[in-house]
């Protein structure tokens, strides 16, 4: 079985600045692509930063330039670093993943972390 857990969440004043952690574990023989979703109350769940195995990298418009997203292969890291936060970054965060769990087949699951909550004040 795999596990995502995320960390760093908390509540920060709009201007400040949070970096948040997945740490993959479990039966992982690679990972493909990673990614951070939010999902604020009333609302869908959005992708926030995308990173592939290669670290190519895709933002939403609204975290262009304010957020960076990275990983650690080699440690099956991800982060987000979150800067200039304004209140409408609040919502509960999401680790996203894309996982090759065997050696005999090429088959990519997709797992999910619990969420960690942002709350950003003005």
């Known amino acids: 079985q795999v596990q995502l857990v995320e960390s760093g969440g908390g509540l920060v004043q709009a201007g400040e600045s949070l970096k948040l952690s997945c740490s993959a574990s479990?039966?992982?023989?690679?990972?493909?692509?990673m990614g951070w979703y939010r999902q604020a109350p009333g609302k869908q769940r959005e992708l926030v930063a995308a990173i592939s195995g290669s670290a190519g990298t895709n933002y939403a418009p609204s975290v262009e330039g304010r957020f960076t997203i990275s990983r650690d292969n080699a440690k099956n890291l991800m982060y987000l670093q979150m800067n200039s936060l304004k209140p409408e970054d609040t919502a509960v965060y999401y680790c996203n993943a894309e996982i090759y769990i065997s050696v005999y087949d090429e088959v990519r699951y997709e797992f999910w972390g619990q969420g960690t909550q942002v709350t950003v004040s003005s």
């Open positions: 479990g039966s992982i023989v690679s990972i493909y692509a």
